[in-house]
């Protein structure tokens, strides 16, 4: 009888009346001291309006999404009220800035609003970024404009659907308010979503301060996070920071497998969950040099393509420092332990670097002299100007046989110039188990078709910003949600810019 009646209910019209938000926060950082945050409000804009709930994240968090789609759901995701259970708090962190120590930084727009607890188990922040000033802001406004906003959207979600490690967005707003840059822009927030947002700034934060109480109780809250098995461990910070490296070196692998650059890898920007986190002025290689870099604030290129596991080791080398003083007894035996747990990161990145090139040229066993054979394609791609992205998927195809080799030719200058190498490569899957078609499966599941292309992401930006026209943005998100397919309709996603359409310089726009 119930069931029946229920049915003439307009559905709709009932839930969205009924619908309260609820979020299921369990707080954990907010009952860390208070030295290690400040309690903030976020503050109201006047016309905030939905731009892209990723549902498929939200129901991944345990959250109700329909309930995220109504005005209660996006005041709450505009920073405009704040739902039972929410403990907003701007973290204090500090960091090196291009090697320039800053005591204090912290969250200067950006909030953490509480965590959840995932389907899977996880917990994981979520953070408004935009929502407004804190006693962290400094010079700053507290809010971010729309286009890169719209950006870390993108590039995150794709990062996510390529099976890389990073901070995830769970809806954009904008908040019919302008930001004033360069010029007056539109302005926005984003919903971030992170397994935490402790950096390595945030433990130099409290070792700047020689506030060792705080470090132990960040250290013991981050490993109760990230490395539970750590405390369990005879030394557990040595082991915590151990597994930071770890994770850290496999990210950075796979940042170089997919041509990524980063761009900006302060300490600040460097989380211990091993997640990539700060989307400002990161950029895909298209043609590949190692030298390549895109942020217009990086003079020195100190985080170009190539420099990255090194600055990563550097970073990660700061954190170390930081934590000396929980690694030992005496001085002398946290500084053995730093050494040895940062020991871990060249053999875990070279490892980590070779079985992600070896996959990408489509083998499946380990011979000596392939480290060789990698260097050798890098070599012929960078004197050739060859994307980077094409090479790799069009070597796919080429595994079928000869005839597959045209296009991929095609991606160098001197198509001639990959003959000898080629050969090489055709002599080396002799020794592989795998059939030619197996083998260009596999390939084509590691090897994506479609990568965030600088310029398609500033069109959709500019699109966005310029016209309101969101229609680009929904398109490229779409296309990079399956990167690994080649979709009929797709094609200028797969392609590299032509000479007129290349963006070489990408900004923070902060
Ligand atoms: P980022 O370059 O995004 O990693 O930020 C570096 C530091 O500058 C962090 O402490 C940010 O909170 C702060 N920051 C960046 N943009 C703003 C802004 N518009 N208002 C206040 N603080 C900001
Ligand atoms: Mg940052």
Redesign the pocket.
């Known amino acids: 009888m119930v069931d029946r009646h229920r049915d003439v209910i307009p559905m709709s019209h009932a839930q969205s009346q009924d619908r309260v938000l609820s979020l299921p926060f369990d707080n954990s950082y907010s009952r860390l001291p208070e030295r290690f945050y400040a309690r903030v409000e976020p503050s109201p804009v006047s016309a905030p309006r939905l731009i892209r709930l990723n549902t498929a994240l939200a129901e991944q968090l345990g959250l109700d999404a329909e309930a995220l789609n109504t005005p209660e759901g996006v005041a709450f995701l505009a920073g405009n009220s704040i739902p039972a259970g929410a403990a907003p708090l701007a973290m204090a962190?500090a960091?090196h800035?291009f090697g320039q120590f800053v005591p204090q930084?912290?969250?200067?727009?950006?909030l953490l609003m509480g965590e959840v607890v995932g389907r899977d188990g996880q917990r994981r922040d979520i953070q408004l970024k935009?929502s407004g000033?804190?006693p962290?802001?400094?010079?700053?406004?507290?809010?971010?404009a729309l286009g890169p906003v719209l950006r870390e959207y993108l590039i995150s979600e794709a990062m996510a659907a390529l099976g890389v490690p990073t901070t995830r967005a769970l809806a954009a707003v904008a908040t019919g308010e302008a930001?004033l840059r360069e010029r007056v822009l539109p302005g926005a927030v984003l919903a971030r979503v992170a397994a935490s947002h402790i950096r390595v700034g945030t433990f130099q934060y409290f070792a700047a301060r020689g506030d060792l109480e705080a470090l132990r109780l960040l250290a013991d809250h981050a490993i109760a996070r990230h490395d539970p098995a750590a405390a369990d461990a005879s030394n557990p910070y040595q082991a915590f920071l151990a597994g930071v490296v770890l994770r850290q070196a496999d990210l950075v692998s796979r940042w170089l497998e997919l041509g990524f650059i980063h761009g900006?890898m302060?300490t600040?920007?460097t989380t211990v969950s091993g997640e990539t986190i700060?989307y400002?002025p990161c950029a895909f290689m298209e043609g590949f040099d190692p030298a390549t870099v895109f942020s217009s604030i990086d003079y020195a290129g100190r985080y170009a393509y190539g420099n990255q596991p090194r600055i990563m080791h550097w970073n990660l080398a700061r954190l170390a420092e930081a934590l000396l003083p929980l690694l030992g007894e005496d001085e002398d035996s946290a500084l053995a332990n730093a050494q040895e747990a940062l020991a871990g990161f060249g053999p875990r990145f070279e490892q980590a670097w070779l079985d992600g090139m070896r996959r990408k040229l489509g083998l499946t066993t380990a011979q000596e002299d392939d480290p060789t054979l990698v260097e050798g394609l890098l070599n012929v791609m960078g004197g050739n100007g060859a994307d980077f992205t094409l090479t790799f998927r069009r070597l796919g195809d080429a595994a079928m046989g000869e005839t597959g080799e045209a296009a991929l030719r095609d991606l160098f200058t001197d198509p001639a110039s990959l003959t000898p190498w080629l050969q090489d490569w055709r002599r080396r899957l002799e020794r592989e188990p795998l059939t030619p078609q197996a083998r260009r499966d596999a390939m084509h599941a590691t090897n994506p078709a479609l990568i965030p292309r600088n310029h398609l992401v500033e069109a959709a930006l500019e699109a966005a910003t310029e016209r309101l026209d969101f229609a680009p943005f929904e398109e490229m998100l779409d296309a990079l949600s399956r990167p690994f397919e080649e979709r009929l309709g797709l094609e200028r996603y797969m392609l590299p810019a032509a000479p007129q359409e290349r963006v070489l310089r990408t900004f923070?726009g902060?």
């Open positions: 962190y960091g800035q930084l912290g969250d200067g727009r950006a935009g000033p804190t962290f802001s400094r010079r700053g406004d507290g809010r971010a930001v900006v302060n600040d920007n700060d400002g923070c902060t």
